[in-house]
């Protein structure tokens, strides 16, 4: 049973830096896809990043491109999401989440999630 609890979550100026941390207590880590989702107040869930259970694959929004690098470390149960020149556009409840098939997760259409974590990007 996969359960995720994210970390690392916080309020930062605009332009600084903040690295999220989603872990895995269930103990299967590695065989899954995994992602980060955002929520911000008003608006629909989004995707923001993921990648393969190796970490050979990876997929990023447009939005985040360039800014946000997404990784993990199977030995540690762990995935990460570093975040840097961050925006008050960011702002949001980051959500990880799991799924066998990283084209249903990327879809949204994951089994597991995490509880969120709030990231808030002052001007």
């Known amino acids: 049973q996969v359960q995720l609890v994210e970390s690392g979550g916080g309020l930062v100026q605009a332009g600084g830096s903040l690295r999220l941390s989603c872990a895995d207590s269930g103990g299967t880590f590695s065989n899954y896809a995994m992602g980060w989702f955002r929520q911000a107040p008003g608006k629909e869930r989004e995707f923001v990043a993921a990648?393969?259970?190796?970490?050979?694959?990876?997929y990023y929004a447009d939005s985040v491109k360039g800014r946000f690098t997404i990784s993990r470390d199977n030995a540690k149960n762990t995935m990460y999401l570093q975040m840097n020149s961050l925006r008050p556009e960011d702002t949001a409840v980051y959500y990880c989440?799991?799924?066998?098939?990283?084209?249903?997760?990327?879809?949204?259409?994951?089994?597991?999630w995490g509880q969120g974590t709030q990231v808030t990007v002052s001007v």
């Open positions: 990648l393969s259970w190796s970490g050979g694959t990876t």
């Open positions: 989440a799991a799924e066998f098939a990283l084209n249903t997760l990327v879809a949204g259409l994951a089994d597991y």
